[in-house]
């Protein structure tokens, strides 16, 4: 029986199995339970049957493309994977969230296997608990969105990008799950950017080291295949959907969206952190793992490549989300596995920062100063937001003092704060033990919304399937949102896209779902008129049934079917308890 770190391997393998079955526990418990809503983690619940629209259509109308939206040119991986779950299970809000949580739960066992090889078996564990613990990450990888997926396969790239240390032949897999991950969502475009760029810095490095070798040859088998996906892609996929692939991936989800001005990425670059909660729940993760990667900066050339792949996969990240957009907090899920990779190999090894880290002198410590000032920032403000959580420019301003004082004593004390750091030890059985009490704090998060769990949304699905005979067109993006529990067809309408262009004058569809509570068509966009639009230009509409949904914070979220023409009984919903079984 092998040991590492004075953990047998028949213990971390029970340990292992006992962790994954657990996240998948508390992923599967409850399927179609309404997503947290008190309070939120970000997640907009009537995305899902918007974004699994084309595999529905599918799997109940035998194709893809029954009107003018159709997200699979955006997430052609997502959608075919939501249709097999259809054709295999039926069509349903439970079915439509089994692949997200079937690959959450793999990405739990994958991020522990590549933690255990870069720093033992205790770190593995460490990992497996915080990210199987994880709340945002659970959550997301309870909803049927494209976030969770695509993280779990960039999860499984990372995998591959360690085993290719040992073996190239495993840079063929990091090619082609990133590849998986970009065509699941394109905002794994940062992956792809880092994966890319570590494969050219190990080249770059073979120069000056001709000793590493078997490194160079992952680097170049990883190009080679990254290329050959990429050719794969453009031939079956891109160039013969080419106008409606450009459509959806860039005049809408690009040039539509974000603001290039010098004012609004300044913006996003104080906004990041200050925003969203989901830093401020990971902290313990935030603050070792953004303090263990400015460490590992200054020992790059002798990191592993799966350690330099996760100092890539935050950096670019950031880079991505600074650039685009920090307003979503869906677009944070992706930092979660690289920040708990790091924590948890911090824990493992037993010191925050590496000998070589603090022997720098500090004229050179200096060149990082930006770096590290934001990554101060980042640390501070997310937990400071706690003061003034509904106000942006006090967390600014409080984060950005405390950065500066930060930064200021890390370089007045260097080298000695770094020698401290570096020279504070603890076991690797503690780590672990630290990092089970972070999870069971994530775990208490759990509990608490599953104590207090609602099935709104799922009801009012079946309500309308009650009212509604299978086929019947209805108007408005909630008409998506409300289409997993019933076999209504769907309109879907969007602001310049998705059948927007004849929002006005389609008499041939009597009905309209949308929000009257919090406000009429709040699941607009901001200021976006679209489903107005619709209503008013149907005057003698008349609601003829209302019922609850769960959105807000404030629990009295209400939606309606309308008859554009005014027909029909008006009907409301006796007020239901929410708590109907999966």
Known sequence: MTMMGGMSQRTFVVALLAIVAGAATIRGLFPSADPPWMPTVGIVWHDEGAWVHNARNKALFGAWSEDRWNPMYIAPVFTGLEYLSFKAFGVGVGQARLAPEALGVLSVWLLALGVTRIAGRHAGLAAAVLLASNYVYVSWNRAAMMEGPMVAFIVMGWYCYVRSDDDSRWAAGAAAFAWLAFFTKAAAAFFLAALALDAAIV??????WPDRGQSTRAAWTFLASLAAGAAVALAAFVIPNWTDYRFYNWQMSVTRKPSYDLHSVLDRVTWLPVLHDTFTRMWFAVVV????SLGAIAQWRRLSGGERLLVLWIGLGAAELIAHDVGNERRFVFFIPALIAVSAIVLGRGFLIDHDAAALPRARALLAAPVVAYAFYVIAASILRIAFLSEIRPNVRLGAAAAIALTLATYATWPRLARALSSSRWSPAAGLALACLVGAGSVAQYVQWAVGRTYKNVEASRAIGRVLPAGTLVHGKLANGLALENQIRPVFVGRGFGNYDDRKRRDDVRYILTYIAPSLGYESQAGDPVIKDVLDAYPNRRIIMTFDVAETATGHD????????????????????GRAQD
């Open 203 to 208: 080249i770059g490095l073979s120069w000056l």
């Open 289 to 292: 793992g953004l303090v263990a």
């Open 558 to 577: 209400r939606a309606a079917l309308i008859d554009k023409f005014g027909s029909g009984e008006r009907r409301e919903l006796p007020r239901a308890s």
